[in-house]
């Protein structure tokens, strides 16, 4: 195992949460939702879905959903089946449904040792519903059963007065500080995707660099600025709704197929130089995990890991080693020519 060949951002189209925190993007949109999420797809389905042999080889899978991720029922059967596909699974949750972690972690620990979890850090809410305690016995459940995590907080506004404290608990219970990263705002009517804060840019990054987080700092460094290079999104990386099964490059780009539709294979087309976002808001993976392959940034496992005081690590050797490699170790760059065909055929997708 090791290298991974196509990083898969999964989202899971639910917008349910136990929580209902100021700067969520489900609720700029005003898309709460107070219903029991639906499976969408047998196991059985998604096992050939998800199949190396579609995939071409190991791939990074991530899990999020619009709400709370752990709400997707069975979602501990998912992650098995994906496991068992041979590949490393992320899970995106705010770390408070304990039986659901609790299932997870009954997954073998052969399988459960290429699971991480990204643990979001929303200190309002955790304080409002006094839920410290179990927040971070969670984490260290996590971690005491093999798995890896990283404990990542959406700074805002509200939480700068309690700047000590949030590092404080975090150290505390976890070894560390949390990883910073930067809130977008969803309903800028000029699609620029914003920075969350009443700050300027440049005092939101004077707040928050107190972190040392490697995150924030490679983050704050593409933040806003417009990507024009050959893009391997579409290729190396791929954006799936796991309830419809539309591919697409990644946050943006035309539709590339259906996931769940087997009579034919998966179309891995590059995007190109036709990103058409405003800037790259997600780079932190997608970047950091190469999908421009001469973007100099750190590797996913320096953004994500943290070394504890005790000489610990919160991601374990599988991971770290899975999370150190760049897509362009598994895939082969295009000529100048295959570029050029790549991006003159786009406009015909
Ligand atoms: S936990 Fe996540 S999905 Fe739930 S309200 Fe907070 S930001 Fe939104
Ligand atoms: S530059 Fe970033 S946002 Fe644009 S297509 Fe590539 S990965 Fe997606």
Redesign the pocket.
């Known amino acids: 195992m090791g290298k991974i060949k196509r990083y898969l951002d999964c989202h899971i189209p639910i917008t349910t949460c136990n929580l209902k925190c100021s700067y969520c993007y489900i609720a700029q949109l005003d898309q709460f939702q107070n219903v029991k999420p639906k499976v969408f797809h047998t196991l059985d389905v998604e096992k050939k879905a998800f199949s190396q042999e579609r995939l071409g080889g190991p791939c990074l899978v991530n899990l999020c959903a619009g709400g709370e991720t752990l709400l997707y029922p069975d979602i501990a059967g998912l992650v098995r089946v994906i496991l068992e596909n041979g590949h490393y699974v992320m899970i995106v949750t705010n770390g408070l449904l304990t039986h659901k972690i609790e299932e997870l972690l009954e997954i073998d620990y052969e399988l459960r040792k290429r699971i991480f979890f990204k643990f979001s850090y929303h200190y309002v809410e955790l304080k409002r519903l006094n839920l410290f305690e179990q927040y971070f016995e969670n984490i260290n459940k996590v971690r005491r059963a093999g798995a890896s995590f990283t404990c990542e907080l959406t700074p805002c506004d509200e939480e700068i007065e309690y700047i000590d404290d949030i590092k404080k608990r975090c150290m505390d219970n976890l070894g560390a500080w949390p990883h910073v990263t930067i809130a977008r705002s969803d309903i800028d009517p000029d699609h620029r995707i914003p920075h969350l804060s009443n700050l300027s840019f440049e005092d939101y990054i004077n707040t928050w660099k107190v972190f040392d987080s490697n995150l924030f700092n490679e983050k704050i460094k593409f933040f806003y600025e417009k990507?024009t290079?050959f893009?391997?999104?579409?290729d190396w990386?791929l954006?799936v709704d796991l309830e419809t099964g539309s591919i697409t490059?990644?946050?943006?780009?035309k539709r590339l197929g259906d996931f769940y539709d087997f009579s034919k294979p998966i179309k891995f087309r590059a995007?190109g130089n036709?990103?058409?976002?405003a800037?790259?808001?997600?780079?932190h993976s997608?970047?950091s995990l190469g999908?421009?392959p001469e973007f100099d940034i750190k590797n996913y496992a320096e953004l994500r890991n943290r070394k504890c005081a005790d000489g610990t690590e919160w991601l374990n050797p599988t991971i770290k080693e899975a999370f150190s490699s760049k897509l362009v170790e598994q895939n082969e760059e295009y000529s100048e020519l295959k570029k050029k065909i790549t991006n003159f055929c786009y406009r015909f997708y």
């Open positions: 990507r290079e893009c391997y999104a579409g990386s954006f490059p990644c946050n943006c780009g995007i036709h990103c058409s976002l800037h790259c808001f997600n780079g997608w970047l999908d421009i």
